[in-house]
């Protein structure tokens, strides 16, 4: 059974604090993705990373896909409120995703 | 608005009744996902179509649960004498099918369930 675990479960920080959430598997994925979800409302893509040690921007998060495609990252650079949510890794198993339990960040101002 | 929509998106019902839920996918997509998400935890896989076929069923979905899409456009989810396990988000999603490509599935907001 392919599983996602993902860590921390849970992070409060302070605005303009910087993190990192990781998303870890003893399985190869051929993609991995990254959504943010809000209270009450469906997943909303962010990333999709494909190759192994492939990097992608979007503004102040980078994603980072491990080599060997097992892992994945997301760091935050000087988080704001706004980015307040659930973050979750989701892998790709034949035509279905598997996903992380999320990680649940708050950023107070 | 062309996303994915749920209908309804909170249904609260007793204990042993059955419960309809309808997704109508971005138009085109021909892959259809249903997944069922609790509280504090990330999505869980129930089942996909491809058009009107049902392609892949996770051993989360009891006898209780059927899933149809009969003219491969929207889907149905019905939980049958439901229970209150049964109590969660359900989350539909559609993507389009590329051969190799990443198959982007992009969801809709979801509906509640509530099983008192």
């Known amino acids: 059974t392919q599983l996602l675990e993902q860590s921390p479960q849970f992070l409060s920080i302070q605005e303009g604090e910087n993190l990192t959430v990781y998303c870890n598997s003893s399985s190869v994925f051929s993609s991995l993705q990254w959504y943010r979800q809000e209270p009450g409302e469906g997943p909303v893509l962010l990333v999709t990373?494909?190759?192994?040690?492939e990097v992608k921007k979007l503004k102040r998060l980078t994603f980072q896909f491990g080599d060997a495609r097992k892992d994945s990252s997301l760091h935050i650079t000087a988080a704001q409120p706004g980015d307040t949510g659930l973050y979750l890794c989701a892998g790709r198993s034949g035509g279905k995703l598997i996903f992380g339990q999320g990680t649940e960040l708050s950023v107070k101002p | 608005d062309t996303g994915v929509s749920q209908d309804p998106r909170h249904k609260i019902t007793k204990r042993g009744q059955n419960v309809t839920f309808r997704c109508d996918p971005i138009?085109?997509?021909?892959?259809l996902y249903w997944y069922r998400q609790t509280l504090g935890q990330g999505p869980e896989f129930l089942t996909y179509?491809?058009?009107?076929?049902?392609?892949?069923k996770s051993r989360l979905l009891s006898d209780r649960f059927s899933a149809e899409r009969p003219k491969g456009s929207f889907s149905t989810l019905e939980i049958q004498r439901t229970e209150q396990g049964d109590s969660a988000m359900y989350l539909c999603?559609?993507?389009?099918?590329?051969?190799?490509?990443?198959?982007?599935?992009?969801f809709g907001p979801g509906t509640r369930l509530t099983v008192l």
């Open positions: 179509f491809q058009n009107e076929a049902q392609l892949e």
């Open positions: 138009s085109e997509h021909n892959r």
């Open positions: 990373v494909v190759t192994g040690g």
């Open positions: 999603a559609s993507s389009p099918s590329r051969q190799g490509g990443t198959d982007t599935q992009y």
